[in-house]
């Protein structure tokens, strides 16, 4: 036993320690999930509010060029999985990434990821249930029933809308027409908070029960989504994907890349959830086998889709229309007039994040239940319920943690703070593989490919350097020696730079790269896990000041949790030997 806040845990060790929780009071999860059911999960968990809300907004930024910005992303998350999975085929327990991180980096980093998983699903659902909530007063309207806006709004987005001049009218309306309890506005967004409940109740009451009502989500919005794409195809205009740029120049990115750039915290919003299949290993029938290929499979399959709605926003409306649209998918219809569309995607947008909804609120519990099992949190995290054979308190807890701040924070701040959590616990568990002996092929489970990156990987490294350099001549110079500005170059190329925290992760992404390289050439580093660490990197430099002065504030408070409680208490600790 170690002192030290970096002690491993053995991977043996862990999977003892799973077999422990079982074997006292049949403590066991129930083992009933295939890979056609984990694939479902995957998909419920990607596809919703960020297909259906957070989209409009990428486009705004991105433009037309938005769908480069899903391929990067389905790309780093493409390499992640593979890493996901790795992990998944040796450690096949219910805690994510912060079982990998245990066994890889240590309990200090382990605690980091958890704490980082916090965000991931917990708050991550606050936006889910926002969205839903949208989604599903208009959904009523449109049936003829009428929710009254301090009813279906958060106090702080009315609040907001009010001090900024907003013209978003429901906003408005919530605070002029808000009844006064104890001098204060009422304003509540009740549908969230009801839709929170049921879920929670639903998760709490067992597996199998919210497999089935994710399997019938899956397939019904599936199947919209292809309506949607077919039935907007026929109004695609290929002029909308050139747009005019501020200089009168067609262009597929009129804001640069710069411009695409600043869409990642939405559309890397949209990816999140494939790596949720992985914290329900312990309820998988065969998971070092199964997990990896749900992962996979889903993200394959999701990224396609993404990609594919995309193009037809952008080809049926332009870009600059989708300019504070919560409710992408339903507008292009809503422009071209197309009324039984509008109600059909408002349909399926509240199905596809209920799907959502009930995967994250799956997902959570079990992860607290893993750093329980560690001595990192209480006891009480790790009981299972008699008969439903569910994470019980942490069940209650998570629904708890998602409907409160339902009360007093709003959609933006949540969107920002959960998208920079899930890319660090990303790049975690892409290092962490590194870190990893090789192991034997074992027929039935996953073993992802070695390939010597000792040379390729530099190689990519310099072209990429070579590549930014000739497409852009400024852009070193501006990096190290002044601020980003905007300019054009000679070919008409606009590119956008910023200032502050994206230039000191610029720099930083570029130092750790050529670190990198360096390692991958003396170390004979995996290639795999290498672009995967690079391309997380790569979308963590399009995050803001406001993205990473609250993440550094979230992280800052497990430091306090986890010297207060878990450091002492860890089974790791020789105090508790």
């Not at 003829?144 to 301090?150: F, T």
């Not at 807890?397 to 616990?425: E, N, Q, R």
Request: hydrophobic content about 50%; glycine content about 8%.
């Amino acid at each position: 036993m170690s002192h030290s806040i970096f002690r491993r845990k053995p991977i043996k060790s862990i999977m003892h320690d799973k077999g422990d929780a079982e074997a006292h009071a049949h403590e066991g999860l129930s083992r009933v999930l295939t890979v056609r059911d984990l694939t479902f999960f995957g998909i419920a968990a990607i596809i919703g509010a960020g297909s259906f809300s957070s989209l409009g907004a990428a486009v705004f930024t991105g433009g037309p060029g938005v769908v480069l910005l899903f391929i990067i992303c389905g790309i780093a998350c493409g390499f992640t999985a593979f890493c996901y999975a790795e992990f998944a085929s040796r450690i096949p327990v219910a805690g994510s990434a912060y079982t990998y991180a245990y066994a890889s980096f240590g309990e200090l980093f382990a605690w980091v990821i958890g704490w980082a998983l916090v965000m991931e699903y917990s708050i991550g659902n606050i936006y889910v249930a926002f969205s839903w909530s949208d989604y599903f007063t208009s959904l009523l309207e449109r049936l003829g029933m009428h929710i009254p806006a301090y009813l279906s709004t958060s106090y702080n987005e009315a609040k907001h809308a009010i001090e900024a001049g907003s013209s978003h009218q429901e906003s408005i309306a919530a605070w002029n027409t808000a009844p006064l309890v104890g001098g204060m506005r009422f304003i509540v967004d009740l549908p969230a908070i009801a839709i929170n409940a049921m879920i929670t109740l639903l998760v709490y009451r067992g597996i199998k029960e919210s497999r089935n009502f994710s399997n019938v989500m899956v397939v019904l919005k599936l199947a919209v989504i292809a309506i949607v794409i077919i039935v907007g195809a026929f109004y695609i205009d290929t002029a909308n994907w050139t747009p005019m740029n501020e200089t009168g120049v067609r262009s597929f990115l009129p804001n640069g890349f710069g411009g695409v750039m600043l869409a990642v915290a939405g559309v890397f919003y949209a990816y999140i959830g494939f790596d949720a299949v992985s914290v329900l290993a312990e309820e998988s029938k065969n998971p070092q086998r199964d997990l990896p290929r749900g992962m996979i499979y889903s993200l394959v399959i999701c990224t396609i889709v993404y990609i594919i709605l995309a193009l037809v926003l952008t080809g049926v409306v332009d870009y600059k229309q989708f300019d504070g649209i919560g409710d992408p998918l339903a507008f292009i219809f809503e422009v071209k007039g197309v009324a039984w569309m509008q109600f059909l995607v408002s349909l399926v947008a509240v199905v596809a994040m209920t799907s959502v909804l009930l995967v994250f609120q799956m997902g959570q519990p079990r992860i607290w239940m893993s750093i329980s099992r560690d001595g990192l949190l209480p006891p009480a995290f790790q009981r299972i319920h008699p008969n439903y054979k569910t994470p019980s308190f942490s069940t209650v807890l998570t629904g708890f943690m998602v409907g409160t701040p339902i009360l007093f924070t709003d959609k933006t701040f949540v969107l920002d703070f959960t998208s920079i959590g899930t890319l660090f616990a990303f790049v975690l568990v892409c290092g962490g593989v590194l870190l990893l002996p090789q192991k034997e092929k074992v027929p039935g489970r996953f073993h992802m490919p070695f390939i010597n990156a000792r040379l390729i990987y530099p190689a990519i490294i310099l072209f990429a350097l070579v590549l930014v350099g000739s497409l852009a001549p400024r852009y070193f110079s501006e990096l190290l020696n002044g601020d980003f500005n905007d300019y054009t170059d000679a070919a008409g190329k606009d590119y956008l730079f910023q200032t502050g925290a994206v230039k000191i992760a610029t720099i930083v992404f570029w130092v750790i790269c050529l670190v990198l390289a360096a390692l991958a050439f003396l170390r004979k580093l995996s290639l795999i896990p290498l672009l995967g660490l690079t391309t997380c990197l790569y979308l963590l430099t399009g995050m803001s000041a406001t993205n990473w002065k609250w993440f550094f504030i979230w992280f800052a408070l497990g430091l306090v949790v986890y010297f207060m409680y878990g450091y002492r208490r860890s089974k790791l600790h020789p105090g508790q030997a």
